[in-house]
Every structure is written in structure tokens, then in C-alpha cells.
């Protein structure tokens, strides 16, 4: 199926044609990365604009954090974090494209009437939220769609498939159909790596990136300083970088449009060598 290489947001077409980088901004005291929480007005900032600088072109930011060791927030906690600093990073960066990283209806819709958010990142699928799907089509912002089996909390014990590949297919031709039913056409998709798979499912799932094009969406690969990379390498999240930057790579020619990270620099050039190796002459 042809590539969708565009998605509207707020009536200007993002190109896609090139893949993008997705800045992580976690709001959060307690995600498993700690050099990506920010939780006042002035770290935020700073951190945004850094990202921005080294060449982000979207921002998501992250009230909840997905830790499975992390309880689960209200939507009023997490509301009032928000309000705490979107604030101040839209009227310091009012060029810039936001994403919300939550799995409220309530918390998507806020973010988007209030500030300007323009794209809604649910790790659920609409799983913790039935108003999700139908909050986003009524809002006509784009949806990224991940797939995940019960909860941040629960989602380690969810990790059995009859057949891995074949079931995150089912799981998003169905709620592909689900929301192109409400009008939805601008979705993204997320493997979700690290969520309710094992470390070898991760891996098998990364082998099988190119075949996610079936679905015709721009894909969303997120493996930044995640557990399948220290755990299989005996390291921390904080010696993690060199091994994201070569996970990227592969997602990268595999078909992956935009990489969700914590260190903008790094993706940036790995997406610019990627085009250098697109555009050289073949060997001979």
C-alpha cells in the first residue's frame, strides 16, 4: 500500500516525505530516563528550546509516566501539572509543534482547545479511555496509535501471543477501521516497544518493521535508552545512547518516519547520514 507522506494539522500539511524527529519532554518526577524530567516552568523551557535548537521538529510532552513501578495518576493531576508549564513553552515557542503524550480524553482535549496542541499521543489505543477515539475525530488532530495489553502497571504480565506480529496487526487493522469510522484519516502508528513485550519480542518485532507499511501510516518508532537496549546489553538507560543510535538506524531503513527520543542531536544526525546513504550513487 502507497505511504501516506502528510498529515494535516490545524489545516497545514506536516511533511512527511523525510523522516522527523520527536523530542521527549517529560513533566514527570518519576520517569525511568532521569535526565528527561523537567518538572518546572524554567527546566522545561530551557530543555524544549534545546531540543528545538538541535532540530526537533515535534515536541511531546508527558505528564504520566509510563514506568510500570510509577502509580497512576488522576486526570486532575496530571491536568494541573500540564497547566503548570504548557503555558509558558506555547508562548515561548509559538512556532512549534506540540503532542500530548497521555491516554485521557479529557487531559487530549485541554491540551488541544486550550493550547494549541496539535497532535494526540495515546500509548493505550484508546484501551484506558473509551471517549479517546471519539474526543480526537470531534478535535480533527492527528492520532498516534500504540499498541499496548493492559496498563502501565500491569503491562509486563501482558506479554503472551499466539502469534506476535500477527496479533499487533489484528490489533491495529481493527482500531485503523474503529477510527476511520469517526472520520479520523491523520493516525501514525507506534509499535510500542517495551510495552507488554518481552525483550526478545521487542527484537522480533524490530525484525518486522518494513511489513507495518501494509497499513499505509506513517510509522512512529520509539526505543530511546529503553530496557530492551540495557537490559539485553547489561548497562543503564544512561549508557544507553550509542545502542539507540544504532537501533535508530535500523528503524530508519526500515521505514520508520518519525524517531521519538530523548537526545534530539544524536537523532538528527542519524537521520542526516540515513538521507546522505539515500542520495549517494551505488557503489560499484
Given at each position: 500500500?502507497?505511504?501516506?507522506k502528510?498529515?494535516?494539522?490545524?489545516?497545514?500539511?506536516?511533511?512527511?516525505?523525510?523522516?522527523?524527529v520527536?523530542?521527549?519532554?517529560?513533566?514527570?518526577?518519576?520517569?525511568?530516563?532521569?535526565?528527561?524530567?523537567?518538572?518546572?516552568?524554567?527546566?522545561?523551557?530551557?530543555?524544549?528550546?534545546?531540543?528545538?535548537?538541535?532540530?526537533?521538529?515535534?515536541?511531546?510532552?508527558?505528564a504520566?509516566?509510563?514506568?510500570?513501578?510509577?502509580?497512576?495518576?488522576?486526570?486532575?493531576?496530571?491536568?494541573?501539572?500540564?497547566?503548570?508549564?504548557?503555558?509558558?513553552?506555547?508562548?515561548?515557542?509559538?512556532?512549534?509543534?506540540?503532542?500530548?503524550?497521555?491516554?485521557?480524553?479529557?487531559?487530549?482535549?485541554?491540551?488541544?482547545?486550550?493550547?494549541?496542541?496539535?497532535?494526540?499521543?495515546?500509548?493505550?489505543?484508546?484501551?484506558?479511555?473509551?471517549?479517546?477515539?471519539?474526543?480526537?475525530?470531534?478535535?480533527?488532530?492527528?492520532?498516534?496509535?500504540?499498541?499496548?495489553?493492559?496498563?502501565?502497571?500491569?503491562?509486563?504480565?501482558?506479554?503472551?501471543?499466539?502469534?506476535?506480529?500477527?496479533?499487533?496487526?489484528?490489533?491495529?487493522?481493527?482500531?485503523?477501521e474503529?477510527?476511520?469510522?469517526?472520520?479520523?484519516?491523520?493516525?501514525?502508528?507506534?509499535?510500542?516497544?517495551?510495552?507488554?513485550?518481552?525483550?526478545?519480542?521487542?527484537?522480533?518485532?524490530?525484525?518486522?518493521?518494513?511489513?507495518?507499511?501494509?497499513?499505509?501510516?506513517?510509522?512512529?518508532?520509539?526505543?530511546?535508552?529503553?530496557?530492551?537496549?540495557?537490559?539485553?546489553?547489561?548497562?543503564?538507560?544512561?549508557?544507553?545512547?550509542?545502542?539507540?543510535?544504532?537501533?535508530?538506524?535500523?528503524?530508519?531503513?526500515?521505514?520508520?518516519s518519525i524517531?521519538?527520543?530523548?537526545?534530539?542531536?544524536?537523532?538528527?544526525?542519524?537521520?542526516?547520514?540515513?538521507?546522505?546513504?539515500?542520495?549517494?550513487?551505488?557503489?560499484?
Open positions: 500500500m502507497e505511504q501516506t502528510t498529515i494535516n494539522i490545524r489545516g497545514e500539511l506536516l511533511d512527511l516525505s523525510q523522516p522527523l520527536m523530542g521527549i519532554a517529560n513533566i514527570t518526577p518519576d520517569s525511568f530516563f532521569d535526565k528527561s524530567r523537567k518538572q518546572s516552568e524554567i527546566e522545561a523551557v530551557e530543555h524544549v528550546g534545546k531540543m528545538i535548537a538541535q532540530g526537533a521538529s515535534i515536541i511531546d510532552i508527558g504520566q509516566s509510563s514506568n510500570p513501578k510509577s502509580p497512576l495518576i488522576s486526570v486532575e493531576e496530571e491536568s494541573e501539572r500540564l497547566r503548570k508549564v504548557l503555558p509558558t513553552l506555547t508562548k515561548e515557542f509559538p512556532k512549534a509543534l506540540f503532542s500530548i503524550d497521555t491516554f485521557y480524553s479529557q487531559v487530549a482535549k485541554m491540551c488541544v482547545e486550550e493550547f494549541g496542541v496539535g497532535i494526540v499521543n495515546d500509548i493505550s489505543g484508546g484501551q484506558m479511555d473509551e471517549d479517546m477515539f471519539g474526543t480526537v475525530a470531534q478535535l480533527k488532530v492527528p492520532y498516534i496509535l500504540m499498541h499496548m495489553k493492559g496498563t502501565p502497571q500491569t503491562m509486563t504480565q501482558e506479554t503472551h501471543y499466539k502469534h506476535l506480529t500477527q496479533d499487533i496487526f489484528f490489533y491495529f487493522s481493527k482500531k485503523i474503529t477510527l476511520k469510522l469517526l472520520g479520523l484519516n491523520d493516525i501514525l502508528i507506534d509499535p510500542g516497544f517495551g510495552f507488554s513485550k518481552t525483550l526478545n519480542q521487542n527484537y522480533e518485532l524490530m525484525a518486522q518493521l518494513r511489513n507495518f507499511h501494509i497499513f499505509g501510516l506513517p510509522l512512529l518508532v520509539g526505543i530511546s535508552r529503553k530496557s530492551m537496549i540495557y537490559h539485553f546489553l547489561e548497562t543503564t538507560p544512561q549508557e544507553s545512547l550509542n545502542a539507540t543510535t544504532a537501533l535508530n538506524m535500523y528503524a530508519l531503513q526500515h521505514g520508520a524517531l521519538r527520543v530523548h537526545d534530539v542531536k544524536e537523532a538528527v544526525e542519524t537521520i542526516k547520514l540515513f538521507r546522505k546513504l539515500q542520495l549517494s550513487e551505488p557503489i560499484t
